[in-house]
C-alpha cells in the first residue's frame, strides 16, 4: 500500500475555486467514508481549512486512486470534475508525506510560520481515528508531522517569519501601523465560537480593545468564550454573548468585526454592512489605507501629490476645454477624459509622424505660459515621438495615463476581517465607502510579497531529514511481517521436528527433552538472526521494498500467512487507537 494525497490549495488555485470547493463538517465525514469504501483505498483523512482542501489515502494503485479520488473530491464540494482538475495537485509516496510535513511547519500555510495548522491536522486526525478511517499508515504520518510541526517552532526562529492569519488580518486593517495603536479602545464583534473565532477574540482582547461581542448560532459556546475572556486575569476587557439575530444591532456601534463560521451563506450582506455605517462617515477624512480597488491618494499623509503639467496656453492636465490656436490636436475630443496631458505620450497615441512633427514645432513656437517651467523639454519629448511614429508610420495605442490624482474615500468607521471560507462577508463591501474589508483573498495578494524570514531554510533542512526518517521506517516496518511469517515457520519447523523425536524416543525424559528443544531452537535463532537484522537494513533503504518479496520467495513462505501478521498488526493498532486518542 502506499499514501497519496489530492488536494487544492491557495497555491493551485484561486479564492473563488477554493470558496466554492470548501467542504463543511458532514461533507467531510462523508468523503472520508466514501474514499475507505471506494476501491483502491484502505485508509482516508480530510485536511480541510480555510485555504486548502487535502485528501490523504493509502492505496494499492496508484493511477487509479488519483482518479478516484479526484472523482470524490469533486463530487463532495460541488465543482465539476472538468473545472476541479486544474487546480488540483497530486503528491505520492515521499513527495505525500514531504508535502504534510511542510504544512505542519508552516511552511506552505498562506502566511508562512502561522501555527495553527498544527492544530487543524490534529483535528484531522482525531476525526479519521473516530470514523475508524485512518489505519497504521495515517496514524503514523500524521503524528509525525505533529511532532515535526513542533520541532520546527520550537529549534527554530520560524514564528518570526510570519503570523496566524488573525494577527496578519488585523495588521492588514491596520494599514501597516501598529496594531496595538489601531485597536485601543475599539468594540469589536467576533461572528462565530470555533478555534479561528477564538484566537481572533483573544488577540483582539490582547491588543486592547474596550470590548468584544461574541456572536454564535450556538449560545452555550458564545457565552463560553465570553466567559473564558472575562475570567483572563491579564486581559482588560469586558466580553459578551448575543445571539446571531442581534448582530445587526451590535454592528452599528462596532468599529471591528471579525467572522469565521462554517456556514454555506452570507453571514453579512453589504446591505447590512451599508446600514450600519450609514450617518457614521466623516468627511474630509482620507482612507489611507484602503483596500482593494482603492489606492493611497496623492497629497496625504506623506504621499506626495500626482505632477501635473501645464501645456501651452496655460492648459493644465486637468483643464482641457477650448482648441489653442494651430495645434494639431482635436483638444475637445480630449476634454472628458481627466489625467491625460496634450504634451504626454497618452494624449498623442495613435498620432501619425506628419501630425506629431507639427504638434512639436507648435509647442516650441506657441507663447509660454506663466510658469518657471521650460516646454523645450516636452517639445523635444514628443520631437523623439515623431522619430519614433516615422518607422512605424504611428504610436502604439496602449498608452498608460498620467498620474491621476482620485477623489479621497473617507476613513472607514467599520473594519471588517472575514476568515471563513466560503466567505462570510458580501465582497461588494470592497466598493463601500466608510468600510475596510480584508478577506481571505486580498490577504493571498497581501501575503504574496511577505518577506521570507532565513529560518524558513533550516525548517526545510529538518523537513528533509524527517521525511528520510519517516520513509526508512516505513520501509522497514513493510518487511516486518515477513519477518515474523518466517520466523513462525521456523518455530513451527522445531515444534515438528521435537514432536518426530519424541516418537523416536519415547524414553525421554524432561529435563533432557528441554535442553535438546532450547538447543534446536538456538540454532534456529542464530541462523535466522543475521539474514532477518540485514534484510531490516537494506529493506528501510531507497528502493528496499523489493527484499521483502526476496525473503518470502527464498523460504517459500505462505502469502496468506504474511497477510495474517498484518491483519493481526491492524487490529493491535485500531484497539490502541480507540483505547487513547490524547494529545499528539
Known amino acids: 500500500m502506499s499514501l497519496l494525497v489530492v488536494g487544492l490549495s491557495h497555491r493551485s488555485a484561486p479564492v473563488s475555486v477554493l470558496e466554492r470547493a470548501a467542504l463543511h463538517a458532514d461533507a467531510q465525514v462523508k468523503l472520508v467514508q466514501d474514499t475507505v469504501a471506494a476501491e483502491p483505498a484502505t485508509e482516508a483523512a480530510v485536511l480541510a481549512t480555510c485555504n486548502r482542501i487535502e485528501l490523504y489515502a493509502d492505496v494499492d494503485k496508484f493511477h487509479a486512486g488519483v482518479a478516484e479520488l479526484s472523482t470524490l ?32 511547519c508552516g511552511l506552505d500555510s498562506m502566511v508562512v510560520g502561522e501555527g495553527q495548522i498544527l492544530g487543524q491536522i490534529k483535528d484531522s486526525l482525531a476525526r479519521a ?61 467576533v461572528i462565530g465560537a470555533g478555534s479561528m473565532s477564538s484566537l481572533a477574540a483573544a488577540t483582539l482582547a490582547r491588543a486592547g480593545v474596550g470590548e468584544v461581542v461574541v456572536a454564535n448560532r450556538t449560545a452555550e459556546r458564545a457565552e463560553r468564550l465570553a466567559e473564558i475572556l472575562n475570567d483572563a486575569g491579564d486581559l482588560d476587557v469586558v466580553a459578551r454573548a448575543v445571539p446571531m439575530d442581534a448582530v445587526p444591532g451590535e454592528l452599528t456601534r462596532a468599529d471591528v468585526v471579525v467572522s ?88 498623442v497615441a495613435g498620432m501619425g509622424a506628419a501630425e506629431l512633427e507639427q504638434h512639436a514645432a507648435w509647442v516650441e513656437n506657441a507663447p509660454r505660459p506663466q510658469t518657471s517651467s521650460p516646454v523645450t523639454d516636452d517639445a523635444d519629448a514628443i520631437a523623439a515621438l515623431a522619430a519614433l511614429a516615422s518607422s512605424g508610420m504611428r504610436i502604439p495605442e496602449r498608452r498608460k495615463p498620467e498620474a491621476v490624482v482620485e477623489a479621497s ?160 498488526e491492524r487490529a493491535d493498532d485500531e484497539s490502541e487507537n480507540s483505547k487513547n486518542r490524547g494529545p499528539a
Open 73 to 104: 473530491l469533486a463530487q463532495h464540494s460541488g465543482v465539476g470534475l472538468d473545472e476541479l482538475t486544474p487546480y488540483l495537485y497530486v503528491h505520492y509516496e515521499d513527495r505525500a508525506v514531504h508535502h504534510l510535513f511542510s504544512v505542519a
Open 409 to 568: 474615500r473617507p476613513a472607514p468607521v467599520l473594519f471588517l476581517l472575514d476568515l471563513a471560507m466560503p466567505r462570510d462577508i458580501d465582497a461588494a463591501v470592497h466598493r463601500q465607502a466608510g468600510v475596510r474589508l480584508v478577506d481571505i483573498e486580498s490577504l493571498a495578494e497581501a501575503s504574496a510579497d511577505a518577506p521570507m524570514a532565513a529560518d524558513v531554510d533550516q525548517v526545510r533542512r529538518i523537513v528533509a531529514d524527517e521525511v528520510a526518517a519517516f520513509g526508512a521506517a516505513l520501509r522497514a516496518a513493510h518487511i516486518t511481517p515477513t519477518v515474523v511469517a518466517l520466523r513462525t515457520m521456523a518455530a513451527d519447523v522445531v515444534a515438528g521436528e521435537i514432536a518426530r523425536l519424541e516418537g523416536r524416543l519415547p524414553g525421554l525424559d524432561d529435563k533432557h527433552r528441554a535442553e535438546i528443544t532450547q538447543t534446536v531452537k538456538r540454532v534456529v535463532d542464530k541462523l535466522l538472526h543475521a539474514p532477518t537484522v540485514r534484510v531490516k537494513q537494506l529493506a528501510a533503504e531507497p528502493g528496499g521494498a523489493g527484499y521483502a518479496d526476496a525473503l518470502r520467495t527464498l523460504f517459500d513462505l505462505d502469502q496468506e500467512a504474511v497477510a495474517a501478521v498484518s491483519r493481526a
Open 260 to 347: 469565521c463560521t462554517g456556514a454555506t451563506g452570507l453571514v453579512l450582506t453589504a446591505e447590512a454592512v451599508g446600514t450600519a455605517v450609514s450617518g457614521r462617515l466623516v468627511e474630509g477624512v482620507p482612507d489611507v489605507g484602503a483596500g482593494r480597488g482603492w489606492v493611497a491618494q496623492p497629497g496625504a499623509d506623506g504621499v506626495p501629490p500626482a505632477p501635473t503639467r501645464a501645456a501651452p496656453g496655460g492648459t493644465t492636465a486637468r483643464g482641457l476645454a477650448e482648441p489653442e490656436e494651430n495645434c494639431p490636436l482635436d483638444l475637445p475630443s480630449l476634454s472628458a477624459t481627466a489625467g491625460f496631458s496634450v504634451l504626454g505620450e497618452a494624449a
Open 129 to 189: 481515528q473516530d470514523l475508524h478511517t485512518a489505519g497504521r499508515l495515517l496514524n503514523d504520518l500524521f503524528q509525525q508531522a505533529l511532532r515535526v510541526g513542533k520541532r520546527a517552532h520550537s529549534e527554530t526562529g520560524i514564528d518570526r517569519a510570519g503570523q496566524s492569519l488573525v494577527t496578519f488580518g488585523l495588521q492588514q486593517l491596520a494599514a501597516g501601523g501598529s496594531v496595538a495603536d489601531w485597536a485601543r479602545g475599539k468594540t469589536a464583534v
